[in-house]
Structure formats: structure tokens, C-alpha cells
């Protein structure tokens, strides 16, 4: 005899792909969050990089911004 409970109960094979999809979000967002911190990471060493750079090196003046005497 089919009733409401047997007749809609979830298959099996919905709970696994169910389980698929929770395990394959939680790995996309391991993996966003480790590729966020290396951002940040390769970010902070690119502007101290620049720092450096800028503090051995004295920019150029423009010849054309310099008043002429």
C-alpha cells in the first residue's frame, strides 16, 4: 500500500547527490578563502616591494613641469 510518506520519501541516490553538492561547496570555499589570503599575501609583499623601490630611487621631475629660471 503506497501512502504520502512512502509515495514522496527521497531516494537513496538524492541523499548522495545532495552530500555531493555540500562537499563540493565546502571545498570551492576552502579553496576561495586560501586563494584570498594568498592575494592579500602577494599584495602586502607587491606594496612593500614598491616602498622599498620608491625610497632608494628618487622619482624624476619633469623637465616640462619645472619652471625654466
Given at each position: 500500500?503506497?501512502?504520502?510518506?512512502?509515495?514522496?520519501?527521497?531516494?537513496?541516490?538524492?541523499?548522495?547527490?545532495?552530500?555531493?553538492a555540500?562537499?563540493?561547496?565546502?571545498?570551492?570555499?576552502?579553496?576561495?578563502?586560501?586563494?584570498?589570503?594568498?592575494?592579500?599575501?602577494?599584495?602586502?609583499?607587491?606594496?612593500?616591494?614598491?616602498?622599498?623601490?620608491?625610497?632608494?630611487?628618487?622619482?624624476?621631475?619633469s623637465?616640462?613641469?619645472?619652471?625654466?629660471?
Amino acid at each position: 500500500m503506497r501512502t504520502k510518506d512512502t509515495l514522496f520519501r527521497s531516494t537513496s541516490q538524492e541523499t548522495k547527490a545532495d552530500t555531493t553538492a555540500r562537499v563540493a561547496r565546502e571545498i570551492i570555499q576552502s579553496e576561495a578563502e586560501e586563494r584570498q589570503k594568498k592575494t592579500a599575501a602577494q599584495r602586502a609583499a607587491r606594496l612593500e616591494r614598491e616602498a622599498v623601490d620608491r625610497g632608494l630611487a628618487e622619482p624624476r621631475k619633469s623637465s616640462a613641469a619645472a619652471p625654466k629660471p
